[in-house]
């Protein structure tokens, strides 16, 4: 992990930007985390669609600066095929085809999905793994470990794979291969899963019965009224509480 950048916020978050071999990422520590600290912070993954650092910052940095407020460190990376990466041919079409098909209104078919999804879990879940290794390795940072927000279905497979990450929060707001509803099955770690009821890109029988998938004896799923960007405040709120309950 090289650090490439870094600034103190206003309210005292220190945000540096890094880079993983070619994957970008950004890590913010509160103010209270040192090397010197009596204790490290834990740390919270956040996640986040195919759309570039760049573009996404604004809604990171927000979520981030809640979350130092908490005593979390967070961190994320630029996904593979986005921002300034190389791009992905093939998973570009299969975006294209998927737009083409919410836009006419035909059904989306499995064989979209699965190519627009499974080559992003694939490569974007090693690299995930590669960046908390590195960022367990700053003396500043510890477990335990929650992953929040992005792309499901990476979060999905990421709780399956990773033992480190102990707590997840999901946003059922994306499309989901059906072989991640058989590896939602073998997630056990504590679940809170927003959904947005109204949320016009997203198919909430199918978010519901990914729900019921999981295997976690502790999950809880909270259901809001409004489309995919009307999250109410206090839905953030009750996510903070819920990591402070299980990585404090």
């Given at each position: 992990?090289?650090?490439?950048?870094?600034?103190?916020?206003?309210?005292?978050?220190?945000?540096?930007?890094?880079?993983?071999?070619?994957?970008?990422?950004?890590?913010?520590?509160?103010?209270?985390?040192?090397?010197?600290?009596?204790a490290?912070?834990?740390?919270?993954?956040?996640?986040?669609?195919?759309?570039?650092?760049?573009?996404m910052?604004?809604?990171?940095?927000?979520?981030?600066?809640?979350?130092?407020?908490?005593?979390?460190?967070?961190?994320?990376?630029?996904?593979?095929?986005?921002?300034?990466?190389?791009?992905?041919?093939?998973?570009?079409?299969?975006r294209?085809d998927?737009?083409?098909?919410?836009?006419?209104g035909?059904?989306?078919?499995?064989?979209?999905?699965?190519a627009?999804?499974?080559?992003?879990?694939?490569?974007?879940?090693?690299?995930?793994?590669?960046?908390?290794?590195?960022?367990?390795?700053?003396?500043?940072?510890?477990?335990?470990?929650?992953?929040?927000?992005?792309?499901?279905?990476?979060?999905?497979?990421?709780a399956?794979?990773?033992?480190?990450?102990?707590?997840?929060?999901?946003?059922?707001?994306?499309?989901?291969?059906?072989?991640?509803?058989?590896?939602?099955?073998?997630?056990?770690?504590?679940?809170?899963?927003?959904?947005?009821?109204?949320?016009?890109?997203?198919?909430?029988?199918?978010?519901?019965?990914?729900?019921?998938?999981?295997?976690?004896?502790?999950?809880?799923?909270?259901?809001?009224?409004?489309?995919?960007?009307?999250?109410?405040?206090?839905?953030?709120?009750?996510?903070?509480?819920?990591?402070?309950?299980?990585?404090?």
């Amino acid at each position: 992990m090289h650090f490439t950048s870094e600034q103190r916020l206003d309210d005292g978050v220190l945000e540096r930007e890094f880079t993983l071999g070619e994957i970008p990422g950004i890590l913010w520590t509160p103010a209270s985390a040192s090397a010197s600290a009596p204790a490290p912070a834990p740390l919270i993954l956040l996640g986040h669609p195919p759309l570039g650092l760049r573009k996404m910052y604004p809604r990171l940095a927000d979520r981030a600066r809640h979350s130092a407020a908490e005593g979390f460190a967070t961190a994320t990376i630029e996904l593979p095929g986005s921002g300034d990466r190389p791009r992905w041919p093939a998973v570009e079409q299969a975006r294209a085809d998927l737009r083409r098909a919410m836009q006419t209104g035909e059904p989306v078919s499995d064989e979209i999905v699965d190519a627009v999804i499974l080559p992003l879990v694939d490569k974007a879940v090693p690299e995930w793994q590669a960046a908390l290794d590195a960022l367990l390795s700053l003396p500043e940072i510890g477990g335990p470990v929650g992953y929040s927000g992005g792309v499901i279905s990476i979060g999905i497979r990421l709780a399956v794979v990773e033992p480190r990450i102990v707590a997840a929060g999901f946003f059922a707001g994306s499309f989901v291969p059906r072989a991640l509803f058989e590896e939602a099955r073998q997630v056990t770690i504590p679940l809170h899963v927003l959904l947005q009821w109204d949320d016009e890109g997203n198919d909430r029988q199918a978010a519901l019965d990914l729900f019921d998938a999981f295997g976690s004896n502790e999950k809880s799923l909270h259901a809001n009224m409004g489309g995919h960007t009307g999250v109410p405040q206090f839905a953030g709120d009750a996510a903070a509480r819920f990591f402070t309950r299980h990585l404090k």
